[in-house]
Structures are given as structure tokens and as C-alpha cells.
């Protein structure tokens, strides 16, 4: 049964780092595109960047490009964000999420797992 787990998230000041943690179990990561997405109250949920099979293309959304890295750990199975220069407009509940492609997108219509998400707060 695919599962996806996040981890990693809490409370941190603005200008501070964080590195969410996705482990995924019952499917490879190899064969798979995973993502990030965020969610606020009210608010679609947004693409926050991307890592295809076997590591080989990433994406991320302008509004985290240069403060965020994707990262997948194959032989564990989990997928990493890590987030730097934090900013108040980036508390959400983050959520990793897997397709059945080799590559990725930003595009939540594209993907049918879900992870449950961890919230990430930004406040001083």
C-alpha cells in the first residue's frame, strides 16, 4: 500500500530553515515524480517544487526558487525539502505527493497520493 509520510515541520523566524522530510513506502522512488505542494485556509493547494524519477529534472515555483532545494535519498526511500530564508507568506501545511510518471509537475491534478502535511509556520 503506497504510503507518504511528511515530517519536519514546527515554528521557526522569519529568516530561519526548515527541511521537510517525505518518506514513501510502497513504491519506488525511482520510478515515480514527487512533489511539494503547500495549502493555506481558503486557498487552492500550490506547487512548491518537484523531483522526477531518478533524480533527473527538478522544478520549483518562482515563489520559492533560490531558498528551497528538493533532494531524494533513494536508499531511504525519502524525499527532502529544505527550505532557507524563510518568509511569513510561506506558513502553510505542506503536503508531498507522488504520481505514476517519471517526470514531475507543479500540478496538483497530477498527482493521486497525498501525504497527510505538516504545518510550517513563519512568525517572529
Known amino acids: 500500500q503506497l504510503q507518504l509520510v511528511e515530517s519536519g515541520g514546527g515554528l521557526v523566524q522569519p529568516g530561519g530553515s526548515l527541511r521537510l522530510s517525505c518518506e514513501v513506502s510502497g513504491l519506488t522512488l525511482g520510478y515515480s515524480g514527487i512533489a511539494w505542494f503547500r495549502q493555506t485556509p481558503g486557498k487552492e493547494r500550490e506547487g512548491v517544487s518537484c523531483i522526477s524519477a531518478a533524480d533527473t529534472v527538478t522544478l520549483y515555483d518562482d515563489s520559492v526558487r533560490g531558498r528551497v532545494t528538493i533532494s531524494s535519498d533513494n536508499a531511504k526511500n525519502t524525499v527532502y525539502l529544505q527550505m532557507n530564508s524563510l518568509k511569513p507568506e510561506d506558513t502553510a501545511t505542506y503536503f508531498c505527493?507522488?504520481?505514476?510518471?517519471?517526470?514531475?509537475?507543479?500540478?496538483?491534478?497530477?498527482?493521486?497520493?497525498w501525504g497527510q502535511g505538516t504545518q510550517v509556520t513563519v512568525s517572529s
Open positions: 505527493a507522488a504520481n505514476s510518471d517519471y517526470y514531475c509537475s507543479l500540478s496538483a491534478a497530477d498527482y493521486h497520493h
